[in-house]
């Protein structure tokens, strides 16, 4: 058991670009999970994943945020047109199964310049 | 809505005191995980509380559920530089997903 993985640790982009972030979660998870922290915050919760499925998007999922899990192992999480907004630590869970502890990556620090 | 408020935000004591970090909802929880954050980390999982008055004990951390299933607390006992960090509570009601607090910042100076 390595722990959920995600990469990279930071990133750094101008206003605009495209990002993409990877998470591996602890092996035979089904569940993965997405959420984005603020300075200062608590984690606020993204999106879901149980196995290639996702079921479910919050409304902080704007149109340029798009996630994936193709073949219900890795995902990513992709930003397009990013804004200074963006600028957050996202981190990437994963759980056994629903109603299961969720276990943390050490999460990528996005910065907009 | 659900929100989850924390209380209190700062603490900032001597090694060797005493401290209490609540959790408070308006809604009930199917259960409560606290996680411990230190800087350019993620959270790491301390423990999870199911049922109503429910007691557990981690070294000199001591988690409380509500009989309600409502509010939590964390008493930690003879703080150390050690046990500094951001500490969350994070609720499930029953959605998959958890709502978590906004943090209590704890300092621990020696």
């Known amino acids: 058991d390595t722990g959920v993985s995600q990469n990279p640790r930071h990133k750094i982009t101008k206003r605009g670009q495209n990002v993409t972030f990877r998470c591996d979660p602890i092996?035979?998870?089904?569940?993965l999970y997405w959420y984005r922290q603020t300075l200062g915050q608590g984690p606020e919760f993204l999106t879901y994943?149980?196995?290639?499925?996702?079921?479910?998007k919050s409304r902080l999922l704007s149109d340029r945020f798009s996630a994936e899990r193709p073949k219900g192992s890795f995902s990513t999480l992709e930003i397009q047109r990013t804004e200074q907004g963006d600028s957050a630590m996202y981190l990437c869970?994963?759980?056994?199964?629903?109603?299961?502890?969720?276990?943390f990556g050490d999460g990528t620090r996005l910065s907009i310049l | 809505t659900q929100l989850l408020e924390q209380s209190p935000q700062f603490l900032s004591i001597q090694e060797g005191e005493n401290l209490t970090v609540y959790c408070n909802s308006s809604?009930?929880?199917?259960?409560l995980q606290w996680y411990r954050q230190e800087p350019g980390e993620g959270p790491v999982l301390l423990v999870t509380v199911v049922t109503g008055g429910e007691v557990k004990k981690l070294k000199r951390l001591t988690f409380q559920f509500g009989d309600a299933r409502k509010d939590s607390s964390l008493h930690i006992t003879a703080a150390q530089p050690g046990d500094t960090g951001l500490y969350l509570c994070?609720?499930?009601?029953?959605?998959?997903?958890?709502?978590f607090g906004t943090g209590t910042r704890l300092q621990v100076f020696p």
């Open positions: 092996s035979e998870h089904n569940r």
């Open positions: 869970a994963s759980s056994l199964q629903g109603s299961q502890p969720q276990h």
């Open positions: 994943f149980q196995n290639e499925a996702q079921l479910e």
């Open positions: 809604s009930v929880f199917s259960s």
């Open positions: 994070a609720g499930d009601y029953n959605t998959d997903k958890l709502i």
